[in-house]
């Protein structure tokens, strides 16, 4: 009997060791989880910034762009009426 009572006695202490260890495991995976989406979450910020930043940098020198090219074509169309009306 007593024999019965100390495998009884040694499969419960087993059995809380692999539920102790399996709530560990699920505590360290949830924080686990918690952390990555913290990442996740300051990685979009960043990158949005980043994107943003390249949007703004990149409409400006669009903007200066076509102000060259207005400024480029005015000064054609004078140089060429300054031939015509040489002629």
């Known amino acids: 009997m007593q024999v019965a009572e ?7 202490d087993r059995h809380e060791i692999t539920r102790n260890a399996q ?13 990555a989406e913290k990442i ?4 979009n910020v960043y990158i949005e910034n980043i994107m943003k930043k390249a949007d703004d940098g990149l ?7 076509q102000k060259t090219r207005q400024s480029l074509m005015a000064l054609q169309n ?9 002629k």
């Open 59 to 65: 409409s400006e020198n669009l903007a200066q762009l």
């Open 23 to 35: 709530q560990s495991a699920d505590d360290i995976l949830s924080k686990a989880n918690e952390e």
């Open 6 to 12: 100390a495998r009884a006695k040694e499969l419960t």
């Open 40 to 43: 996740r979450s300051a990685a």
């Open 78 to 86: 004078k140089n060429q009426q300054k031939r015509t009306s040489k």
